[in-house]
T-cell receptor, first 113, second 115 residues
Framework: KNQVEQSPQSLIILEGKNCTLQCNYTVSPFSNLRWYKQDTGRGPVSLTIMTFSENTKSNGRYTATLDADTKQSSLHITASQLSDSASYICVVSAGDSNYQLIWGAGTKLIIKP | NAGVMQNPRHLVRRRGQEARLRCSPMKGHSHVYWYRQLPEEGLKFMVYLQKENIIDESGMPKERFSAEFPKEGPSILRIQQVVRGDSAAYFC?????????????FGPGTRLLVL
């Protein structure tokens, strides 16, 4: 069964600190992996997208890594800001389609001043 | 270029009523996707439409739910005879084309509450 699991479920860190969120997936055939940020009450916004051959991709203070062998991905946030408080969702695309996306439940990140 | 628009943002219905959720994709986007998100859960794919065509509705319940994307106007997700279990956030996304690296752009969602 195609699944995406994320950890931790929630995380609280102080402003300015770094953090890393984890994503494990069992999706076949694998096409690509995306990280989305979802602010409370808003729709998800794409942060990164990586295909099988990409190991890392950055978007500002966000850096995503992908290990296709172990089927793991991480999202590292550097020098966190209060505006980083949101849910971060790992999404894996199965096959060669854009719409067959398997969504994780997300990690709820809270940044405290 | 306005983003994906959804309305209403909040909708309250009593059991047995109908709910109509509207989605206007970004300008130039002809591909629309509907998702449902229950509290504390991830998004679940419901249906994928192109103009006047349903491409994949494998995630949509067989009864009471329907979707359309007419040649003119917004995409509509229609839920007939709503039940309490339909209470959720419904998100619409759009993309300019189909492709495995294409990004989907999401609207703000419609929060449906069934009393």
């Amino acid at each position: 069964k195609n699944q995406v699991e994320q950890s931790p479920q929630s995380l609280i860190i102080l402003e300015g600190k770094n953090c890393t969120l984890q994503c494990n997936y069992t999706v076949s055939p694998f096409s690509n992996l995306r990280w989305y940020k979802q602010d409370t009450g808003r729709g998800p916004v794409s942060l990164t997208i990586m295909t099988f051959s990409e190991n890392t991709k950055s978007n500002g203070r966000y850096t995503a890594t992908l290990d296709a062998d172990t089927k793991q991905s991480s999202l590292h946030i550097t020098a966190s800001q209060l505006s980083d408080s949101a849910s971060y969702i790992c999404v894996v695309s199965a096959g060669d389609s854009n719409y067959q996306l398997i969504w994780g439940a997300g990690t709820k990140l809270i940044i405290k001043p | 270029n306005a983003g994906v628009m959804q309305n209403p943002r909040h909708l309250v219905r009593r059991r047995g009523q109908e709910a109509r959720l509207r989605c206007s994709p970004m300008k130039g986007h002809s591909h629309v996707y509907w998702y449902r998100q229950l509290p504390e859960e991830g998004l679940k794919f419901m249906v994928y439409l192109q103009k006047e065509n349903i491409i994949d509705e494998s995630g949509m319940p067989k009864e009471r739910f329907s979707a359309e994307f007419p040649k003119e106007g917004p995409s509509i997700l229609r839920i007939q005879q709503v039940v309490r279990g339909d209470s959720a956030a419904y998100f619409c996304a759009s993309s300019p084309s189909w492709g495995f690296q294409e990004t989907q752009y999401f609207g703000p969602g419609t929060r449906l509450l069934v009393l």
